[in-house]
Antibody, heavy 122, light 108 residues
Framework: QVQLVQSGSELKKPGASVKVSCKAS????????MNWVRQAPGQGLEWMGW????????TYAQGFTGRFVFSLDTSVSTAYLQISSLEAEDTAVYYC???????????????WGQGALVTVSS | SYVLTQPPSVSVAPGKTARITCGGN??????VHWYQQKPGQAPVLVIY???DRPSGIPERFSGSNSGNTATLTISGVEAGDEADYFC???????????FGGGTKLTVL
């Protein structure tokens, strides 16, 4: 069965970096897009962007350029989200979510990771 | 960018029908996906491409989309349906997906 298992909660100080992992199993990792979605406490869902798991080409939404980096290690079917220069406003749950095709355009997200809570506090 | 508008909350008695709307400019020309999110859990896809149901989602969940409004309908509402529901479309002008603000469904 398809599973996306994310790394655990993180507590970081402002200015630090964090790397969240999303390990996929139960399907061919390089055949489906991987999206990243942020959910701030008590708020809605915000799409951060996606990465083409076949080419490694990332696409970032407005507001998620510069400090946010998507990457892959296809040898272990894992996607990564790295956030640098953390700010208090980055405190949120970060989800990886599989698109139903290799290209993200228009497709739904059929499987989600359990989420990784990143807390930024001094 | 494209804006999706959902009512913040909808309340319904058990066994009745809940309708959750998602408004957007000519949304009927787009494909709408719906997600259910229970407290402390990840979202789950419940309707995709306006009205298709993933395997494992009860037939009580259905969707429609026309004009400026898409609707998620839950028939015979159960206590376990209490959750936040989010609609999503692809905004071709910005080339990225957009989520509605979410609707909290309360089962009375």
């Amino acid at each position: 069965q398809v599973q996306l298992v994310q790394s655990g909660s993180e507590l970081k100080k402002p200015g630090a970096s964090v790397k969240v992992s999303c390990k996929a199993s139960g399907y061919t990792f390089t055949s489906y897009a991987m999206n990243w979605v942020r959910q701030a406490p008590g708020q809605g869902l915000e799409w951060m962007g996606w990465i083409n798991t076949n080419t490694g080409n990332p696409t970032y939404a407005q507001g998620f350029t510069g400090r946010f980096v998507f990457s892959l290690d296809t040898s272990v079917s894992t996607a990564y989200l790295q956030i640098s220069s953390l700010e208090a406003e980055d405190t949120a749950v970060y989800y990886c979510a599989r698109g139903t095709a290799l290209i993200a355009s228009g497709v739904p997200f059929d499987y989600w990771g359990q989420g990784a809570l990143v807390t930024v506090s001094s | 960018s494209y804006v999706l508008t959902q009512p913040p909350s909808v309340s319904v008695a058990p066994g009745k029908t809940a309708r959750i709307t998602c408004g957007g400019n000519n949304i009927g020309s787009k494909s709408v996906h719906w997600y259910q999110q229970k407290p402390g859990q990840a979202p789950v896809l419940v309707i995709y491409y306006d009205s298709d149901r993933p395997s494992g989602i009860p037939e009580r969940f259905s969707g429609s989309n026309s004009g400026n409004t898409a609707t998620l309908t839950i028939s015979g509402v159960e206590a376990g349906d209490e959750a936040d529901y989010f609609c999503q479309v692809w905004d071709s002008s910005s080339d990225h997906p957009v989520f509605g603000g979410g609707t909290k469904l309360t089962v009375l």
